[in-house]
């Protein structure tokens, strides 16, 4: 069984950069740590490791408290990293960063991002900090104990194609909520949210002897740099949110939404696989559409290699998300189409699948009974078809403890305008109609780049050079377009 849908999703969107209202609450957030209390050293080896920028990688940890109303409490420990601005004159401040997941580690992220192509003169304006999210990697993890049958279902369930399908799912997801809830790292669950996240950034820039931070935040990293600049907007200098989730983050509504993402981008793939008759999977889009759900039909019936209908979809999901994988998915296509099995992936961590059930389960509440899911199937399936089975199905979030420590924030227009927004129109794992559901959000406060292109991620990696050269001068001379900006397509080179 390949990789759980969720899990692939979040690691590619970093190789594809390694490839190319609640308002703050007076009381806990108004808490800051002493300056320069960070000492650097040598990154972990697994880190350094990662890309050639590295060995100007530098690291340290943080406590901050695991509960902010009580913030001389117990405390956990937050992962950090610099890649330290080389020109002193021209250094304006430091530039927080997150790739995205909930799950992801963030250590390495300054070194992919220079790796990727992050301009020079970004680089020299700024001291870029990456950090492992609370709950992840190297910053306090925590677990659910979950098998790898388990994490190759969790997060996503299998495809529902009846009433009967999410039932039979319940059981699993109940199995999953009720581990994490009894798990060694319990205690860290009604912590684990995006909104703490948030108060733990702004400790590092209180740590970092900084008045205020500019931000970039990709994917799910749009979420928490949107809960920042709300809690914070006094503290937000300029927020770049790239690829963005709606306001509610990976709530109910967010993940449903990954069906619409699906169908929005899958055309590109169509005419590229029509446009390519080697690959034997139809001479038009329309043939290439077709032979989608042949190969759902036929390993729903017959799985080849562990890859069933739900997996191959997941399987089309994960690799829409970078446009230089298109041959890679066409030649997984016609090997299953010839019944060879694909290779298996890497796997990844326990932590990863752990930490996303925790905060995505831990922000929003999620309806509790089966029948809500069955519902939403039934819809996404019609609407949907080529994933609305599975994301409007059930997942551990369902039977997730009650106890919440605050409600979600509400992301709204309250505070400067120094938002830069930017999406590709056809992005499969934070769909437009999402983006522009933050947009209206933020009001006055944000403006809008939209490029005429697929895939997931736009700034630094993308072809755009309008949206691109939009965002390096709003980081580097907060130059930002006076209304919502529309980038043209460019011809591929």
């Known amino acids: ?36 209390s960070l000492r650097w050293g040598p990154c972990p080896q697994q880190a350094a490791a990662q890309s050639a920028d590295a060995p100007r990688l530098e690291c340290a940890t943080l406590d901050v408290p695991l509960d902010y109303r009580a913030p001389d409490g117990r405390q956990i420990e937050i992962a950090v990293s610099r890649l330290a601005s080389k020109d002193p ?41 990456g950090f492992d999210p609370r709950g992840v990697g190297r ?11 388990q994490q190759a279902r969790g997060n996503f369930p299998p495809y529902a194609h009846t009433a009967a399908d999410v039932t039979k799912e319940a059981p699993h997801a109940r199995a999953i909520a009720e581990q994490c809830a009894t798990s060694r790292t319990a205690w860290m669950l009604p912590h684990t949210t995006t909104a703490n996240t948030a108060r733990d950034m702004d400790r590092i820039r209180a740590a970092l002897g900084e008045r205020k931070t500019s931000y970039f935040g990709t994917s ?3 979420y928490l740099g949107a809960v920042y600049t709300t809690l914070f907007p006094e503290r937000s200098d300029r927020i770049v949110l790239d690829s963005n989730l709606g306001p509610g983050g990976y709530d109910l509504a967010g993940f449903r939404l990954l069906g619409r993402g699906m169908e929005d981008r899958f055309p590109d793939f169509a005419a590229y696989a029509a446009a390519h008759p080697e690959y034997g999977l139809g001479s038009t889009p329309k043939q290439v559409t077709a032979k989608f759900f042949e190969l759902v039909k036929r390993l729903d019936a017959k799985p080849v290699g562990g890859i069933d209908g739900t997996v191959f979809r997941g399987v089309t999901f994960e690799n829409l998300y970078v446009e230089g994988y298109m041959p890679k998915l066409a030649g997984e296509w016609q090997a299953l189409d010839k019944g060879k099995p694909l290779p298996p992936p890497a796997p990844l961590p326990e932590n990863f699948s ?38 409007g199905s059930i997942k551990a979030c369902a039977f997730w403890p009650d106890t919440r420590v605050e409600p979600p924030v509400r992301i709204g227009d309250r505070g400067p305008s120094n938002v830069l927004m930017v999406q590709n129109e056809r992005d499969p794992g934070t769909p437009l109609v999402g983006a522009m559901k933050l947009r209206r959000a933020f ?23 309008c949206a691109n050269n939009t965002v390096t001068a ?12 529309a980038c043209a397509a460019e011809p591929k080179k």
């Open 443 to 465: 009001g006055d406060r944000a403006t809008m780049v939209t490029a005429d292109q697929g895939g997931h991620g736009v700034y630094p990696f993308s072809r755009n050079t």
């Open 474 to 485: 709003f980081l580097t001379d907060g130059q930002r377009p006076t209304e919502d900006l």
């Open 139 to 149: 910053s306090t993890p925590v677990t659910c104990d979950l098998t790898p049958e």
């Open 1 to 36: 069984m390949r990789t759980s849908l969720s899990l692939a999703l979040a690691a590619t969107a970093v190789a594809a950069v390694a490839m190319s209202g609640a308002s703050a609450s007076a009381a806990p957030d108004a808490v800051t740590a002493k300056p320069g």
């Open 220 to 222: 799910y990293g749009t």
């Open 89 to 129: 004159a021209k250094r304006r401040g430091v530039l927080l960063t997150n790739p995205g997941g909930p799950g992801v580690s963030g250590l390495t992220y300054p070194a992919l991002l220079a790796g990727a192509g992050l301009p020079k003169e970004v680089l020299d304006s700024y001291d870029v900090i």
């Open 354 to 391: 752990a930490s996303h059930f925790y905060v995505t389960c831990g922000d929003s509440r999620w309806p509790g009974k089966v029948r809500d899911y069955q519902r939403n199937a039934a819809i996404d399936r019609a609407k949907y078809p080529m994933l609305g089975g599975t994301t």
